[in-house]
């Protein structure tokens, strides 16, 4: 499972990449990537806080 520090990372590097073009739909396409990660990271940073038991598994 991937990390927050690798989705954070990427995040970071596409909002770099969107200050540096000069064109807009692609900075917004980039911007709104990011925010995705962000998304991730918040589900992953939730999930690793969770200490709640987890039910066994049954077949």
Do not use: I, W
């Not at 690798?6 to 917004?28: D, I, V």
């Not at 998304?39 to 999930?47: E, L």
């Amino acid at each position: 499972m991937l990390g927050r520090l690798y989705f954070t990372r990427q995040a970071a590097a596409l909002l770099k990449y969107a200050k540096a073009t000069s064109n807009p739909e692609l900075a917004a396409v980039l911007v709104q990537k990011a925010a995705d990660l962000k998304s991730q990271t918040d589900t992953h940073k939730d999930r690793c806080n969770d200490k709640s038991p987890v039910a066994p598994d049954v077949e």
